[in-house]
C-alpha cells in the first residue's frame, strides 16, 4: 500500500493497516473519513488556547497602557492642584506657610510615585519583576497570593 498526503497506509485510514479486505473496515472507512481525527481535534484545541492566549495578552496590555494614561493623569492633576494651591496660600495669609509647604511637598511625592509606576507600566518587564520576587522572597510572595486568591473567592462569592 502506498502513503497518502496524510501519512495514513492503506485504503481503510487507519495506521499500519496494510489491507482493506474486509468488510467491517470498508465500512469503518467511510464513518472514519468524514470525523476528525485526534490529531486535528488536539491540532484545532492548541490553535484556539493560543487564539484566546493571545487576545488575553492583547488585552491585558491595553489594559496597562490605560492604567499608565491614567496615572500620568493624575500626577498631572497633582501638581497642577499644587501650584494652584501655592498661589492661593501666597494671597491668603491665614494659611500657615510651613502647612502649605509640607502639603505641597506630599503632593509632589505622591505625583512623583505616580509617574514613576506609569513608567514602570509602559517600560517594566512585569514577568522578569515577578520572577525576581518569587526567588528572593517566596514566603511572602506565597502569603500575597493566597490573600488576593481569598479576596478574589469574596468577591466572586458575593457576587452570586
Do not use: C, F
Not at 53 to 67: G, V
Not at 82 to 92: C, E, F, P
Amino acid at each position: 500500500m502506498e502513503r497518502n498526503a496524510d501519512d495514513i497506509y492503506g485504503a481503510t485510514g487507519n495506521r499500519g493497516a496494510t489491507t482493506g479486505s474486509s468488510s467491517s473496515m470498508e465500512a469503518g472507512s467511510a464513518s472514519s473519513q468524514s470525523t476528525v481525527t485526534p490529531e486535528q481535534a488536539a491540532t484545532e484545541a492548541k490553535a484556539a488556547a493560543q487564539s484566546k492566549l493571545n487576545q488575553a495578552k492583547d488585552k491585558a496590555r491595553q489594559l496597562q497602557t490605560n492604567l499608565a494614561d491614567r496615572l500620568d493623569a493624575q500626577a498631572e492633576k497633582l501638581r497642577n492642584r499644587k501650584h494652584t494651591a501655592t498661589l492661593a496660600g501666597a494671597a491668603d495669609a491665614t494659611v500657615g506657610v510651613a502647612s502649605a509647604d509640607r502639603m505641597g511637598d506630599v503632593q509632589e511625592s505622591v505625583a512623583r510615585g505616580m509617574h514613576k509606576s506609569a513608567d514602570w507600566l509602559r517600560n517594566g518587564d512585569l514577568r522578569a519583576d515577578i520572577e525576581r520576587q518569587v526567588r528572593e522572597n517566596p514566603g511572602r510572595t506565597l502569603l500575597v497570593a493566597v490573600g488576593v486568591g481569598y479576596l478574589l473567592g469574596k468577591a466572586i462569592r458575593r457576587d452570586r
